[in-house]
């Protein structure tokens, strides 16, 4: 059995994303900084999890090690059922690509190319058509709220279509699981209040799971559970 049908196998069994005794630490000087020390998580399909926690906790850094861009000092992260750190790197991104969306702060939307094109670069980089991709990435679009705004660059949108543009790539793909960090984080309040409900009806009309870093204890107590980074665990609220 291939490593994709494996992930297919164990998604059916409902478990998403989890990490064991994840630890991240630097060498500074004589002591090393621990940032994150024996953390354990799970994730399940359509769960809405927030983490949140002080600056400097390290919760962008759990982030990125849930999704395989950085490495732990000790434990490991896997992905239905897959310990990702045995992976090559090419594996890495196949999962990544397939399962997973990220959506930042900044939505590092490519400014040459249209909130069409932003959308479809996912599914353009898994090598499939242009003529498969662009109904595909209309429509996503379409369900946030742009379906008039597919030929606009993002520098002739507001701040809330480009995070709305940010998000519709992350779902392109239909992911099992969104990373996002602090995706609101330079909105006015009420397009973050969009956002908010964005992620909501996304969520219950395509069953995507959600894993939200943010300093929003508004967004983060719509979430269906709170997680707190606290001396590098998780403590749930």
């Not at 939307?109 to 662009?134: D, H, K, W």
Request: proline fraction near 3%; include cysteine.
């Amino acid at each position: 059995m291939g490593l994709l049908q494996q992930v297919e196998l164990a998604l059916q069994q409902k478990t998403v994303l989890q990490c064991q005794a994840l630890r991240k630490s630097y060498q500074e000087g004589p002591k090393p900084l621990v940032v994150l020390d024996g953390v354990d998580f799970t994730i399940r399909s359509g769960e809405r999890v927030a983490i949140v926690g002080a600056s400097g906790a390290g919760k962008s850094t759990l982030l990125n090690m849930l999704g395989g861009l950085d490495t732990p000092t000790s434990g490991d992260v896997m992905i239905a059922g897959q310990a990702i750190a045995s992976m090559s790197e090419k594996q890495r991104g196949q999962l990544r690509n397939r399962y997973l969306g990220f959506v930042y702060q900044f939505h590092h939307l490519l400014g040459e190319f249209t909130a069409l094109e932003n959308v479809a670069m996912p599914l353009l980089i898994r090598g499939e058509s242009a003529a498969a991709i662009n109904p595909v990435a209309s429509d996503i679009l379409a369900k946030v709220g742009l379906a008039d705004r597919l030929q606009h660059k993002p520098a002739e949108l507001s701040g809330g279509e480009r995070q709305r543009v940010a998000i519709a790539r992350a779902l392109v793909t239909q992911p099992q699981c969104v990373l996002l960090d602090e995706p609101t984080g330079n909105l006015d309040h009420h397009t973050a209040e969009s956002i908010h409900a964005l992620m909501k009806t996304l969520n219950e009309q395509l069953g995507t799971c959600f894993i939200i870093v943010t300093h929003d204890l508004s967004l983060a107590e719509q979430m269906d559970r709170k997680l707190s980074l606290i001396d590098g665990r998780l403590v749930e609220t």
